[in-house]
């Protein structure tokens, strides 16, 4: 099929799928509301592979016709490179939101590669050329797939079948000569509103007698028995003048419920191999902390712009206090950014694929959540209190109340209206509902802060500096 346009990506999510959004359910997530505005956000991966100024970045022109960079298989350091570089590209078209509809998916197909054929050499399964044929057919007809991964889980202390009832993890409820039949829920289900295919990857170390619940597979967005309950943030009216990100750019979660739904043979990637759960549980997550790394860039430079061009507008630039906070946020920009090339250049090849090195990137995210708070409210103090207590969109629309707001909010560098427009976009990324789903996101998405620290422990070779340690001390 080759690329899709961003009309027929629109076109293509008209596939009757069930999806609910504050109780009602969504006939055509392209015309709704607030679910069409993540789709029209989704097609910027769409956009970027018909553009001209993008193409060489967004699109590899392979020996049977042109397919999107995100489902290149990343074979060495340079490779992951450019795919950390068209991540933050395309998020820094999508006003510091990633995509994610091809981004996520792309991320579980290469750890399912990996992990696919250790299976198949200790366990005499065939479940690598599943996953080569899905990937094939993922990227030779560009669709867009999400991966649920996190479980319900109900009770954390305990495991999948020491629950109340069994359906808090994902699990297979029965076999036939056709496939498997799901049951259970996945939350925090990026992007699954709007993309094709979702593919089901375990969420943690499974054990002997959890074998119903080490399955991967995939499973199309309008597939029986498969319901979404979706949620957003910025679900009020808003305009482009208070609410310049948010209004025209969105990605929506989902509550991923399987009622029983069947997954043909061919789409099975993991079925009951219990010491296979967590290895492709973990591979997902460093694919995936680089691509998330990738796509905060975007948002930590914003910081960086915003503050200072704020600074600029309220003439306190010269402020040794400023200048300082604005030193940090470069420091923290800079390390994020470089931490995660670093994570490229040190990538490990595992059967011919290079994979992020893990204690890097772990470092990378940790660095990025255990600061983001702080680098908020740096961003805010630099900012002033009109985030919070400024004019609206329609006091400037009234000519008597606008010559008065011209009169008090302008400065010596900046109008009035152009001062509001900074502090406003600050506000998205500092104080209203947008700003609240980027701080959640900053602490739990793709994996916890103690997840992250416990990946940098057990990666870190710290034989050598003990060594080191011991000689000087004449041990």
Known sequence: ????????????????????????????????????????????????GHDSAERKL??????????????????????????????????????????????????????????????????????????????????????????????????????????????YYVHVVAEDDDGITLRGAKVHTSVSTNTHEIIVLPTRNLRTGEEAYAVACAVPANAPGLTMLASGYGGRKGNTFENPISTQHKMMETLTVFEDVKVPWDRVFLNGEVDMAGPLAKTFVEFHRFTAVSYKLPLVDLFVGASHLMAEYNGILRAGHVRDKLAKLISYAQICRGMTREAAREAKVIDEIAVPNAELINIAKLHFATNYHQALAWVQDIAGGLLVTGPSDEDLQEPKIKKLVDAYFSTNEASATDRLRLMNLIAEITTNDFAGYQAVLAIHAEGSIEAEKMTIWRNHDVKPSMEYAKRLAGI
């Open 1 to 48: 099929m080759g690329l899709m346009t961003p009309e027929q990506y629109k076109d293509s999510l008209r596939d009757g799928r069930t999806v609910y959004y504050r109780g009602e359910k969504v006939n055509d997530v392209t015309e709704h509301p607030v679910i069409g505005v993540a789709v029209e956000h989704a097609a910027i991966d769409y956009r970027m």
């Open 58 to 167: 967004a699109v590899i022109d392979g020996p049977t016709g042109p397919y999107s960079r995100y489902y290149e298989i990343p074979r060495t350091p340079d490779d992951l490179l450019r795919r950390s570089s068209l991540i933050e590209r395309a998020t820094t078209l999508g006003g510091t939101l990633v995509t994610l509809v091809k981004e996520i998916g792309t991320d579980a197909l290469f750890s399912l590669r990996l992990v696919a054929a250790h299976t198949d050499k200790t366990h005499a399964t065939q479940y690598l050329p599943r996953v080569e044929k899905f990937h094939a057919y993922c990227r030779d007809n560009d669709l867009a797939v999400a991966v649920a991964q996190t479980d319900a889980k109900g009770d954390r202390s305990k495991g999948p079948t020491d629950q109340i009832h069994p359906d």
